[in-house]
C-alpha cells in the first residue's frame, strides 16, 4: 500500500516564476491538506481539499492556488515567486470528515527561490 | 491569536526520560496531537488527547490538561533513534491544525 507520494522532491526556481507541486494520497483517503514549513518552523496549513473544492484554507495570499483531481490527487500552485517562498511544502491526507483523522504526511517537497 | 509554545531545544542521555512541555491557545479545541519529525523527513503520528488524562503508547506518553491549556509528550528509555523534532499541533474550532515550531530533542550516549 504506498503512502502518500509527492512530486518533485527538489525545485529550484527565480523570484517571479510560477511552481506547481503534486501530491497523491495514502489510498482510500479522499482529503488533501498542504502545509509550508519553513526551515526550523513547525507546518504553517495552506488549505486542504476535499470532493474537488477548497474546504478550508490558512492565512496565505491568493499566490497559492490549488487543485483536486477526481481521483483525490492534487496540486499546489504558487504564482510570482518570493524568496519568502522558500520552504519545504508537505502534503498531507487523511479519510473524509473535518474531525479528528490522522494525517499522513507525504516526504515533500523543498522548493528553493533563488 | 493563536499560539502554541514549546521548547526550542532539550537534551537527554541514552536509557533516560524526557518530557516535552507544550502549552497553547487557541480559537477552539477539537484535539491535540504529537508529531516525530526527522531531519529532512516527513512528520509521523505519535499520539491524539481530546480528553484530560495520559494516553500511553509503548515508550511514549501524551498527557493532556484543558483547563490548563497543557500537554506533554514523555518518552521512556530513550534510543539515539529518537534524535529528532517534536511538533505538538492542536486542532482548532474550524478543525485546522495549528502547529507549534517543534522541539529539537538530541540524545547524548
Known amino acids: 500500500d504506498a503512502g502518500v507520494t509527492q512530486s518533485p522532491t527538489h525545485l529550484i526556481k527565480t523570484r517571479g516564476q510560477q511552481v506547481t507541486l503534486r501530491c497523491s494520497p495514502k489510498?482510500?483517503?479522499?482529503?488533501v491538506s498542504w502545509y509550508q514549513q519553513a526551515l526550523g518552523q513547525g507546518p504553517q496549513f495552506i488549505f486542504q481539499?476535499?470532493?474537488?473544492?477548497?474546504?478550508q484554507r490558512g492565512n496565505f495570499p491568493d499566490r497559492f492556488s490549488g487543485h483536486q483531481f477526481p481521483n483525490y490527487s492534487s496540486e499546489l500552485n504558487v504564482n510570482a515567486l518570493l524568496l519568502g517562498d522558500s520552504a519545504l511544502y508537505l502534503c498531507?491526507?487523511?479519510?473524509?470528515?473535518?474531525?479528528?483523522?490522522?494525517?499522513?504526511f507525504g516526504p515533500g517537497t523543498r522548493l528553493t527561490v533563488l | 491569536g493563536q499560539n502554541i509554545d514549546q521548547p526550542t531545544e532539550m537534551t537527554a542521555t541514552e536509557g533516560a526520560i524526557v518530557q516535552i512541555n507544550c502549552t497553547y491557545q487557541t480559537s477552539g479545541f477539537n484535539g491535540l496531537f504529537w508529531y516525530q519529525q526527522h531531519a529532512g523527513e516527513a512528520p509521523t503520528f505519535l499520539s491524539y488527547n481530546v480528553l484530560d488524562g495520559l494516553e500511553e503508547k509503548g515508550r511514549f506518553s501524551s498527557f493532556l490538561s484543558r483547563s490548563k491549556g497543557y500537554s506533554y509528550l514523555l518518552l521512556k528509555e530513550l534510543q539515539m533513534k529518537d534524535s529528532a523534532s517534536y511538533l505538538c499541533a492542536v486542532m482548532d474550532s474550524n478543525y485546522q491544525l495549528i502547529w507549534g515550531a517543534g522541539t529539537k530533542l538530541i540524545i547524548k550516549p
Open positions: 498531507a491526507s487523511s479519510p473524509s470528515g473535518l474531525e479528528y483523522n490522522e494525517q499522513f
Open positions: 481539499y476535499y470532493e474537488e473544492e477548497e474546504r
Open positions: 489510498s482510500g483517503h479522499d482529503t
